[in-house]
Structure formats: structure tokens, C-alpha cells
């Protein structure tokens, strides 16, 4: 958890006097190393790969695959690092998302990461080693862009500034690591028939989406034959240090004009996908949508026994403040929903996968869906009629679940887990006693399995055949023996089973024909297609009468339940082809692979250059120097700033700290030293000198992902210590605090949309000398977003604080994110309540200037309909104040807001005459 060092850096900003604001720095949820990782690393010519014992058979596999991909790319890019690349192998997702490499949380759908400022390479593996190929691939083409562009920079002894658009750096990675999946041609071929696709001078709209990857490789892949190749677009890169702008570098690197070729690529894509219009349908043409809002609707499980008019299934939605799970029903022609299940704000459903699992549905209706639950995934089941929980299991052998599915009579279920190795394979779960015992031993990718319709035979997808290795699956049953047979292997990718109630239908999405489509086995029979697609089919799911089938459908960069008639006089079945099934390994590493225990290597961090006026650092410029393990559990940060104006005093007015922090286990901790000489004196509002020396200890301790406790304590002398009553002295004072957080609000572009953030801390300082700098506080804040329609969102906020004691120093208000229409710092007092709401919206979105060579997307101008009350006193609750108004800001999302604020201000003496109007910069509440 990476909260240790702003923990720090808080307590550092009240060395002087620790007070709230230490707990108002702390909002933030939590990263958790729930055990600590004990680090080996396997040595090969070009790779150090580091991994821990319980994935030690997968790593003798991802250290052959990494080997055998950096010597490819050398010799086709004819491009030799010069160090060893460093790849950290996580057998799970779960353990890739704790990791302290990367400073800020990972997102469950990232594949992987290549860590710019030390080249590390880091890969989680989900349990299918296909994909953990393109993942190393991928992140090693990134290695080798970065290696290329620092030694071009050390050639032209240049500075590199930045790197290329990153369209272009993830389309390389996908064109370097080679490939064309189905999957890929779904995102691209229907963002082109959709229009949703962007030509070259306007891939700023897409930036960060999967499309941008796909639309990066699908130019390279068409370029790269004129320009000689993949050696060709990587002549990009050496010339990118001396031509930093893209269309000159695209110029001098490659001869083409940027602006022209661009145009003939996405004129070759049109070319392309624009017939399809002719010979595939849409899914509306042939099917009944099912209405549903949001934008995600996927993964339908139909409530058994019902159909036709009377038709009930659960299903998982975008739409509402948090992704959840839902219950349609329809009655005749009426539709109606309800949620079941919030995601992504409670422990319990820290996430419900809804990309990756599918749900379930018992005849005695109950659900059964996978949740990430703190260590691990769980598997809850669930009342159909109002999402309450009625059992939770889970595995300590199991980190991941997926896809369970309900046995026919309901006192079992099958479900894919991935083990504390990686592997994932097939588990039955008993529904009295939770006990879960696995089915499929091996080292293959076993996927939603599902049981046959007599219960004793269970059908599953693999990628256990030969074409396994790049990365197809298969459907496959195993029979009460053990034995496994393959059932559907077509060409492309068998997946998604569903059995049909009355046993005699399977219904599967397949990608032989290049698209997503459904189509139906049966035995005696063969297999016929259902729909011919322009989009991308996806879980089928049947009815209770066994004639029509539920599904979801891809297009527009968004999900839609259909629902469509299975009728069987239209279908041509086709005798499926006899295929060799014969089951593949990945290569291994050598034997003598050199392997042994991790050892703490450091190296320079984030080194940090600041001019400001804090408590901690006074004013002037000052540096910050990080030693961190290449692990990222241990750090050293130094800290070195002077207020000498000369040579004489420069000793004299040092200011140097030095801390430690061990961020290996759940519980993280930080410890320092420091001399300071200048401080900041809220009460003057100025930086005066006061020397300090003193020591510090901070802890911190998650209890879910959503809570933590922290708690600080901070020693210090001081000389000219300014107390209270007007002295001036020594002092040895001692602070404590304790704080708990609460966060588990929903973060987008514009800010915060729902959820709460709270936090409570208290403490004291004690003056060890003489009593005279005793003091105490108490903060308590809390704010609550309501997303009230898409785009208008309801920001509330109260603030209390409360100090006392001889040396207590007032708080102080008013100004940018306090209470708009008061200057800063004049409004104060000893007992403070504020009470803040706003109405937030944008008022113009997707403004363009039409600019030479493209257009210029600007900003997004958002408004804050504010009214603010608070008390500032001394003794007793007083003299409310306050202002009405509105705010007008961009940014205020991943970017601070630059803000300005017209506001009525009013006072328990009535309405002031005028309006003020403020501007600042910072984030919204």
C-alpha cells in the first residue's frame, strides 16, 4: 500500500504543530500486500526473470518464452541491449495489483506494465499461458522501444522529452509482438461500421482505449510493408530524439507524409469492413432487444423455467453509480429492473469481474456470481428475489474464480479456479458444505464449465489442443470416469457453453468463420450456425422452452441483451471435421538455469526538485532524493534544502531529513530523522525560523480495501518555539495521532460521480519541558457524491474540527474549497462546522478548434452550483456564515481544476451587498 509516504510527507508539514491537517491529507483507498512474496530470480542471456516459489513451473516456462522473444527482436530489429531486461512474473492478477513497483493502484483489466524510470518489466498470468505469451511479448516489444530511444538520445547526445504518441508505442507493441486475434478484428471492424473509428490526426479522441491499440497496430501492420518492415517502424524511434514532433520524426524516419498516408490507411480499413454491411446482419434485424440502461449489459443467466412473456434473467450492468448485477423481468410487454448487487464499494464486492465470469441461476433461484473479497475471489450465492446473501465460499488453495454454474438440481456447482501456481482448471463446489474439489489437473486453461443436462457429466472449454498454443480453445466434456473428450473443435475458438434444458441442444459462440458468432451443436447432427453477425455474439444463455436463446452483442463500443427464436426447419448442419486433438506443452527453461535467492539491489527513485513554502521545507528550492529496492517494498528518501544566503551560514541553516519506509507486509511502516531550521506559522502566515530536531514514526494499516487506521508520532526540540500567549522558547514536544479512513467513492474525468469518503483523527502534542505547548485536536470530515442523472452529480460535504489546549493554534478558513466567496484564511476559530453543497455538471463538452493539420480538442467547461454555511468560534458554536453562487472550472478530474468562483456571501446579520468573485486552482472536494 503505497500511503506511507503522503502519510509522511503530512506528518513532515506539521512538525512544527501536528494538527487536522494531517488527516485531511489521507482520503484514498487502499493497495494491500496481503502476504509477503519471497523473490527468487532465473538468470538467462538477455532476461533476469524474478519469481516466487509457488509459480516456480510456470516460471521455467515464462523464462524459455522470454529468452526466445528477446532473441527474435534482436535479430529483427538489429537492436542488442545492453542489460539484462528485468521481469517480474506474478502468478495472479491479484498479486500484480499489490505490487509495490508501481506507485499507484493497477486496474483488473491491465495486462501488464513496463516501468519506465528502471526498465522493469512487470507480467500477472491469468491462467492461460497464450495469453501470458502475447502479454510478454507485448511488454518486451515496450523494453526494446525504450532501450532503442535511450541510445539513439546518448548517440545525439539529446534529452529525450517524452516518447511517441502513445497510439503509436502500443501499436507498436501489439505490431512488434505480432498477431491478429478475432478479438481484435471485433473492436476495430465494428468502431469502423459504426463510425466510431478515428483517422490519424484525430486519435486523441480514442487515447487510452482498446481501439487506440488495435487502430496503432492495424497502421503500422499496413505501413510497415512500404518502409521495409517491422526494422523499418523502428526507425521511428532512432530518430525520435532529434525530431520530437510525430509528423516531422514520421517524415525524416520513415519518407512519408503523415497527414496523406493516413488518410489511405483508414480509406484501406473502409475498404475493408464496408461490404460487410451487405452480407452480415445487425442483431436487431433478426433478434428483440431486451432494453436495459447503460452501456454494458452482458453475461445474461435466464432464471430457469421461465420464457416468452414471462421471462426473468440476471444480468451485469454499467448503468447507476457503480457497476452491479441486475434483475430484468418481463411481463407481456412490459420490462422492468432491479439491482441486486453494487459493486466496487464494499468489501464483500470489492469487484464482480464482470469482463471475465459468468453468473448462474438454481431452480430454487439462487445466484451464484464471484467477487473479489480482500485476498481472494469468493463465491457468493444469492437470494433471486432481493440480492441478499445466503452463503459465501471460498478456497485458501484458490486466489481467482470464475464463471459457477449450478448443478440441475441445485446442491452443486462447477466453477474455474486459478490456483496459488497459476494454473486454472475445472472444481466442483459442494452447496451444503462449500468444500471445493478439483476436477481438471493440468496445466491447460479450462473455461466456463457448465454441467451436462443429466448432471453427471460436466462440459467445459480448453486450449489442451495442439492449436491451444496460439492461443484457440475448444469445447471438451468429461465424464463421470475422469476421461476427457473433445466435443465441438472447429477451426478458430470454440467458447461460451450452454445446454439447453431439454438436453438435446448445445448452443456456443465460435470465431471459425473470423466473427463472433452463435452456433448450435447436436448430437447425430453436426453443427449449425445461428447468426451471421457484423458485430460480435456473446453468452448464450437458453430459455426454459428450449426454443429461443438470450444473448449479448458487441457493437459501438458497447454491450445489448438480445433475445432471438432458435427455429430448427432454417438451420444447415454441418458434420464437423475430424481434428487430431493432441494436447501441447510450453517450452521449459534448461535445467542448469542459473536460479537463486533475490538480494536487495538499490537504485534512484523519483528524484524530486520543489520551490514552495511548507512546514516542512521553509522557502527556497529544495531537492528529494529516493533509494528505493528494486522490489519497491523499501525505500530511503533524503531531503535537502538550505536557507543560507551565504556561505557563512549555510551549515548553520541546513535543513536535511532521512526516512525509511517498509511497505513488504500488510502492515506498512516509516521511520526518520530530521533537522529543520525554517517553519511555516499558520497564525502569521508566514515562514519564520525555528530550528527543530526531532524523529518521527508512522504506521499505517489497511482492514479492507476500503478502511485503514494510521497513526503517527513525532518527537522534536525546538529553539524559538512561538507559543499561544506571545513567548518565544524552548520545547520538547511530543504528538500522537490516530485517524481512520473510510473511501470508497467512484472516481472518472470530471471527479468524484458516487460513494463516501470519510475520516476521523485525533491526537495531541505535549510539551515534554515545561507543559506550556500542550495542545489537542479532533477533525471529522465526510462527503458524499449521488450521481442524480449521467453528467449531474450532487457533491455534499461537513467539516468539524475542535482544538484546545494552552498551545492550541486556530483554524483557519474560507476560499478555494472551503467556503467559496471568503478570502483565504479570514475566517478562524477553536470549534469549526462547515457545511458545503454543490450541484456539478458540465456545460460544454467535445468543443473542437479547427486548427491546420487536424482539430484541437478543448477542455470540457464544467459548472458547481454551490450553497456553503459554516461557524467559526471560539468557546461555543457562533456566527454562521456563508455564500450561494456558482463556479465555473475545467479539469477538476485526473487534473487539478482551474476554477472561478462568483458567490453571494451572508452572515447571521443578513445578505451582503455585491458579489465576490475568486479564482483558484486545486481539486474539488
Not at 60 to 85: D, G
Not at 400 to 415: E, H, K, N, Q, T
Request: glycine share 10%; with cysteine; proline share 5%.
Amino acid at each position: 500500500m503505497k500511503l506511507l509516504r503522503p502519510l509522511f510527507i503530512a506528518s513532515l508539514l506539521l512538525l512544527a504543530r501536528a494538527g487536522p491537517s494531517l488527516a485531511q491529507s489521507g482520503f484514498g483507498t487502499n493497495k494491500i500486500l496481503y502476504q509477503p512474496l519471497h523473490w527468487l530470480v532465473a538468470d538467462s542471456p538477455h532476461v533476469q526473470l524474478y519469481f516466487y516459489p509457488e509459480e516456480a513451473a510456470l516460471a521455467r516456462s515464462a523464462l524459455a518464452l522470454a529468452e526466445s522473444t528477446c532473441v527474435e527482436y534482436e535479430r529483427r530489429l538489429s537492436h542488442h541491449c545492453n542489460r539484462p531486461i528485468p521481469i517480474f512474473l506474478y502468478s495472479s492478477h491479484r498479486d500484480f495489483e499489490s505490487t509495490n513497483i508501481l506507485s499507484g493502484a493497477s486496474d483488473e483489466e491491465t495486462g501488464g506494465v513496463t516501468e519506465l524510470l528502471r526498465g522493469r518489466v512487470l507480467v500477472p498470468h491469468t491462467g492461460s499461458f497464450p495469453r501470458l505469451v502475447h502479454v510478454m511479448r507485448h511488454e518486451l516489444a515496450h523494453a526494446y522501444m525504450l532501450d532503442m530511444l535511450g541510445t539513439a538520445a546518448r548517440r545525439d547526445r539529446a534529452v529525450l522529452r517524452g516518447t511517441p504518441p502513445l497510439w503509436i508505442v502500443e501499436g507498436w507493441a501489439e505490431h512488434l509482438s505480432g498477431g491478429w486475434t478475432a478479438d481484435d478484428d471485433m473492436v476495430l471492424r465494428t468502431s469502423v461500421l459504426d463510425r466510431a473509428a478515428v483517422p490519424v490526426d484525430e486519435t486523441w479522441r480514442i487515447e487510452g482505449s482498446f481501439l487506440m491499440y488495435k487502430e496503432g497496430q492495424s497502421f503500422l501492420d499496413w505501413i510497415a510493408p512500404t518502409i521495409g518492415g517491422t526494422a523499418g517502424v523502428a526507425r521511428l524511434f532512432d530518430a525520435w530524439p532529434k525530431h520530437p514532433n510525430f509528423e516531422e520524426c514520421a517524415k525524416v524516419a520513415w519518407g512519408v507524409d503523415l497527414d496523406s498516408t493516413g488518410r489511405l490507411w483508414f480509406s484501406a480499413l473502409k475498404r475493408r469492413y464496408y461490404p460487410l454491411v451487405a452480407s452480415r446482419h445487425e442483431a436487431s434485424d433478426f433478434a428483440r432487444a431486451l432494453p436495459a440502461p447503460g452501456a454494458y449489459n452482458l453475461r445474461p443467466a435466464v432464471v430457469p423455467g421461465t420464457a416468452g412473456d414471462s421471462l426473468k434473467l440476471v444480468h451485469f450492468s454499467s448503468q447507476g453509480s457503480y457497476p452491479g448485477l441486475w434483475l430484468w423481468e418481463r411481463h407481456g410487454l412490459k420490462s422492468e429492473e432491479t439491482r441486486l448487487v453494487r459493486a466496487g464499494n464494499k468489501h464483500a464486492y470489492e469487484s464482480l469481474h464482470f469482463f471475465q465470469t459468468r453468473l448462474s441461476v438454481s431452480r430454487r433461484g439462487e445466484v451464484a456470481v464471484v467477487s473479489r473479497q480482500g485476498a481472494r475471489d469468493v463465491l457468493h450465492i444469492l437470494a433471486l428475489k432481493d440480492g441478499d446473501r445466503l452463503a459465501t465460499f471460498q478456497s485458501p488453495d484458490l486466489v481467482g474464480l470464475s464463471s459457477p454454474c449450478w448443478s440441475p438440481g441445485g446442491d452443486s456447482l462447477v466453477i474455474r479456479g486459478q490456483s496459488l501456481s497459476g494454473d486454472a482448471d475445472v472444481y466442483l463446489v459442494d452447496r451444503r458444505t462449500g468444500d471445493f474439489t478439483q476436477l481438471t489437473h493440468d496445466s491447460f486453461d479450462d473455461l466456463d464449465p457448465i454441467f451436462s443436462p443429466d448432471g453427471r457429466s460436466v462440459t467445459f472449454c480448453s486450449d489442451r489442443t495442439r492449436d491451444g498454443r496460439e492461443g484457440h480453445y475448444h469445447i471438451f466434456q468429461r465424464d463421470p470416469s475422469g476421461a476427457i473428450t473433445a466435443l465441438v473443435a472447429g477451426p478458430g475458438s470454440d467458447l461460451m457453453p450452454h445446454w439447453s434444458p431439454d438436453g438435446r441442444s448445445l448452443a456456443f459462440v465460435s470465431d471459425s468463420a473470423g466473427i463472433h458468432d452463435l452456433y448450435m451443436y447436436r448430437e447425430g447432427k453436426g453443427v449449425a450456425a445461428l447468426t451471421r453477425l457484423q458485430g460480435a455474439a456473446w453468452d448464450p444463455c437458453w430459455e426454459g422452452d428450449s426454443r429461443r436463446l438470450v444473448f449479448s452483442q458487441f457493437g459501438g463500443g458497447k454491450f445489448a441483451m438480445f433475445e432471438m427464436d432458435v427455429v430448427d426447419s432454417l438451420l444447415e448442419w454441418k458434420a464437423p471435421e475430424p481434428r487430431a486433438v493432441a494436447e501441447w506443452q510450453p517450452d521449459q527453461a534448461s535445467e542448469d538455469t542459473r536460479i537463486g535467492p533475490y538480494r536487495r539491489k538499490w537504485g534512484i527513485g523519483l528524484v524530486q526538485s520543489s520551490f514552495g513554502t511548507t512546514a516542512s521545507q521553509g522557502a527556497g528550492p529544495a531537492g528529494q532524493l529516493a533509494l528505493q529496492d528494486f522490489l519497491g517494498n523499501e525505500e530511503f528518501d533524503f531531503y535537502l534544502n538550505s536557507s543560507s544566503e551565504g556561505l557563512s551560514s549555510l551549515i548553520q541553516n541546513l535543513d536535511i531529513g532521512a526516512t525509511y519506509f517498509n511497505m513488504s507486509r500488510r502492515l506498512n511502516f516509516g521511520a526518520g530523522l530530521f533537522r529543520l531550521n525554517q517553519v511555516y506559522d499558520s497564525r502569521l502566515d508566514l515562514v519564520r525560523t525555528e530550528h527543530r530536531t526531532g524523529a518521527l514514526v508512522d504506521a499505517s494499516y489497511p482492514l479492507t480495501r476500503f478502511d485503514r487506521l494510521q497513526t503517527s508520532l513525532i518527537f522534536r526540540h525546538t529553539e524559538n518555539h512561538f507559543f499561544s500567549d506571545g513567548t518565544v522558547g524552548a520545547a520538547n514536544l511530543l504528538s500522537h495521532y490516530m485517524t481512520f479512513v473510510h473511501d470508497n467513492a467512484w472516481y472518472g474525468e470530471y471527479g468524484f460521480s458516487s460513494g463516501w469518503r470519510f475520516l476521523v483523527s485525533g491526537g495531541q502534542t505535549r510539551d515534554l519541558r515545561r507543559g506550556k505547548g500542550n495542545f489537542w485536536s479532533l477533525t471529522a470530515e465526510a462527503r458524499r457524491y449521488q450521481q442524480l442523472l449521467p453528467g449531474l452529480v450532487a457533491a455534499s460535504r461537513v467539516r468539524a474540527d475542535f482544538v484546545t489546549g494552552e498551545d492550541a493554534e486556530p483554524v483557519f478558513g474560507g476560499g478555494f474549497g472551503d467556503l467559496p466567496g471568503y478570502l483565504r484564511r479570514s475566517l478562524r476559530g477553536s470549534r469549526v462546522l462547515v457545511l458545503n453543497q454543490e450541484i456539478r455538471f458540465p456545460v460544454v463538452r467535445s468543443l473542437i478548434l479547427s486548427v491546420p493539420g487536424g482539430g484541437l480538442r478543448l477542455p470540457d467547461i464544467m459548472t458547481a452550483l454551490f450553497a456553503n454555511v459554516g461557524t467559526f468560534g471560539d468557546g461555543r458554536w457562533e456566527n454562521p456564515v456563508g455564500s450561494l453562487g456558482a463556479g465555473f472550472y475545467i479539469g477538476g478530474g485526473y487534473f487539478p481544476a482551474i476554477r472561478m468562483d462568483v458567490a453571494k456571501r451572508f452572515s447571521h446579520a443578513g445578505w451582503e451587498k455585491g458579489f465576490e468573485t475568486q479564482f483558484g486552482l486545486g481539486y474539488n472536494y
